[in-house]
């Protein structure tokens, strides 16, 4: 993951020197370097507790699950950057959360897990506790793209070298040197991971996410500057849609060992989803419910020296913003 938000840098040099920004950018940007490794660490924190939750529920599940982090930057939006947010913003969390609980339900009532319920309660509870992080590193990410005014291909680029720094210099050695409470060796073996890297189709299927992180990283900034975060909102939400469409395909017309099978607790699952996406186009002032009070939508997009510029020159929305870097976390 990191190596391909690393891989952002590469994109945003051939930026600057077409630009012809080089000399200009690397001034105005040196303090960035060292105020990015702290999302870099909540990135890295997060990612990994939901990933050792991924593996105890469906991924549809942990796709759904993942909108929590609106709850989370919500508050601490309030806590930190004191902003207020208005009645229909909590209306949205409130739908978010109902939506949450439906989702969680159906996983744990659900047999078509591969593990026990407990396994899937902490799983759960992994992946929503993990959220609490990722919105801290949204916290100090709005900052860095709020009042720093830094290109967001730096900001990811920047997080993937810090990202990869830790996890190399610091991580994998302190797992690989941790001993097993059952059985025999360390919870990781780096030299063997990279011993089947090169066996077998694995090196292509990392190859293949590393590009994915960055295209998807990349392009996602792409989308948000041209049209808005609402539009990678909708787009987010159709993604988790395609996850569980994916793990359905992959069940019933290629292998029933794998994937995800629908069962009378889908249908909880459905309406959860239904929820959540109700929910982010509340908050996100897509869809507005009469009786609230809603402020103009305005999204900061970035010109050559980085620093943002207001459309229809009227201030930007703290929401809108807010709701990209939520959109924009892999």
């Not at 080089?22 to 924190?45: G, I, Q, R, W």
């Not at 059952?182 to 292509?204: A, H, K, P, R, V």
């Not at 060992?257 to 996100?284: A, H, Q, T």
């Not at 103009?296 to 870097?325: C, F, H, M």
Request: proline share 2%; charged share 15%; hydrophobic share 50%.
């Amino acid at each position: 993951m990191f190596v391909g938000m690393l891989l952002c840098l590469v994109v945003f040099e051939i930026y600057r020197i077409v630009k012809g920004k080089l000399n200009e950018a690397a001034v105005s940007h040196k303090k960035v370097y060292y105020l990015t490794m702290a999302p870099a660490v909540f990135d890295l924190l997060a990612t990994s507790i939901m990933n050792i939750g991924l593996l105890w529920i469906p991924a549809s599940i942990w796709q759904m699950l993942r909108g929590s982090m609106v709850v989370f930057s919500a508050i601490f939006s309030i806590t930190f950057l004191k902003r207020i947010l208005h009645g229909y913003h909590w209306l949205g969390v409130f739908v978010v959360v109902c939506g949450l609980v439906l989702v969680g339900i159906s996983c744990i009532k659900s047999d078509s897990g591969n593990y026990d319920k407990k396994h899937e309660f902490i799983g759960i509870f992994l992946v929503v506790g993990a959220q609490v992080i990722q919105a801290t590193q949204i916290i100090i990410e709005d900052h860095l793209l709020h009042n720093v005014f830094v290109n967001p291909l730096l900001v990811v680029g920047l997080e993937g070298l810090w990202g990869s720094i830790f996890t190399i210099g610091i991580f994998l050695p302190i797992v690989g040197n941790t001993p097993r409470h059952w059985g025999s060796g360390f919870y990781e073996d780096t030299i063997d991971s990279l011993i089947m890297l090169g066996n077998g189709d694995l090196l292509g299927l990392y190859i293949a996410y590393v590009f994915a992180i960055l295209f998807y990283n990349m392009f996602g900034m792409f989308v948000t500057n041209t049209f808005t975060a609402v539009h990678r909102t909708i787009l987010e939400e159709v993604r988790t849609f395609c996850i569980w469409i994916t793990d359905l395909i992959i069940h019933y017309g290629i292998t029933r060992n794998k994937g995800e099978k629908w069962d009378n607790w889908s249908w909880m699952e459905l309406g959860g989803f239904i929820l959540l996406m109700w929910g982010m186009f509340i908050y996100n002032n897509v869809i507005q419910i009469p009786g609230f009070r809603y402020t103009a939508r305005n999204v900061p997009s970035y010109n050559d020296e980085t620093k943002p510029i207001l459309q229809d020159n009227e201030s930007s929305s703290d929401s809108d913003l807010e709701q990209y870097l939520i959109s924009s976390s892999d």
